[in-house]
């Protein structure tokens, strides 16, 4: 149930914006809180298909039994999205929707990322209605040049892994927890993953996957709020609805799982192979064929 206010914190709550607005300030987010962790239950085995070439994993090792795991949901309305909605918000064109998300970010300065050496923003890319939707951690170098992400070798390696799923690259959406590249590809801090995921949160809610990929530890943690190691994050699928959009009545969230980020398969190509599980699992829920295999 939505929260009611009461007359006199709306009307305070309204100046207060009006107060930011008067600032430039136009974005209000809240963190959720961290849901407790629901009983995990055993699926069955996915379909033993690790042999299509296009991903070629290291090793066809046994499928390990899949797991699902349910997260609670935020259950209510934020009360700053109450009374300051969205651009996007009502707009049913998806590729308008992300165009009005794409132009409040606008020349983006609401993190340190802007002033250490970003070339671009990396908004996104991709099928706006797409059924899938890959989200990484931060652009590197190959995406900062070219305003794209997934562009480097991981992105080939990404783009494999997809064409091993049975679709094209255009067929999913692909972006990542932060926007600007942190400098030196390190690792995005909690702040600016904090700044800059609400602009995900807003693209997921308008292109309203079926599954969400996280692509690595810090895309899952930050998509998740759950800190855990890999071992533990993957193998499941978790309900995931973003943080601090209104809730929609066409769309009831997507299913969340997490995989191992592609430059990490690039530095130990071992564990291609769990990757592989990861993605048929996902596969299997969509309904995904590999393709044929091809005569070598
Ligand atoms: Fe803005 Fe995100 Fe870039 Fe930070 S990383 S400056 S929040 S676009």
């Keep these: 149930m939505p929260r009611v206010l009461s007359p006199d914190l709306r009307s305070a709550l309204t100046e ?12 209000f987010y809240r963190r959720e ?17 690790a042999s299509n070439p296009a991903f070629q994993p290291e090793s066809r090792e046994e499928m390990a039994p899949r797991k699902t795991a349910v997260m609670a949901k935020p259950a209510e309305e934020s009360i700053l999205e109450v ?54 951690e931060g652009p590197g170098a190959d995406e900062d040049t070219q305003g794209e992400p997934f562009v480097g070798r991981a992105g080939q390696l990404l783009n494999n892994m997809i064409k091993a799923m049975g679709i094209r ?42 599954v969400i ?3 690595g530890a810090v895309s899952a943690k930050n998509l998740l709020a759950i800190n855990a190691p890999m071992s533990e994050l993957r193998g499941r699928f978790y309900d995931f609805m973003p943080a601090g ?33 990861d993605l048929q699992m996902v596969m299997k829920f969509l309904g995904l064929k590999p393709p044929p295999k091809t005569e070598v």
């Design 83 to 136: 009374i300051a909605p969205k651009p996007e918000q009502g707009v049913t064109d998806h590729v308008a929707a992300l165009k009005l998300i794409r132009e409040d970010l606008g020349d983006c300065t609401r993190c340190k990322l802007h002033k250490q050496g970003r070339k671009q923003i990396v908004f996104g890319v991709g099928n706006p209605h797409a059924d899938l939707m890959f989200v990484g």
């Design 169 to 210: 690259r255009e067929d999913v959406y692909i972006a990542n927890v932060v926007k600007c590249r942190p400098p030196g590809n390190r690792t995005p801090e909690r702040d600016e993953c904090d700044t800059c995921s609400p602009f995900l949160m807003r693209q997921i809610a308008v292109i309203k996957p079926k």
């Design 245 to 277: 959009v209104r809730p929609d009545p066409d769309w009831q969230g997507a299913r969340l799982a997490v995989t191992y980020h592609p430059a990490f398969l690039l530095r130990d190509p071992r564990q291609k192979g769990e990757a592989w599980k």
């Design 33 to 49: 809180p961290l849901a407790a962790e629901a009983p995990v239950t055993t699926v069955p085995e996915p379909e033993d298909i």
């Design 16 to 27: 207060r914006v009006r107060y930011c607005h008067e600032m430039g300030v136009y974005d």
């Design 213 to 215: 990929v996280a692509l």
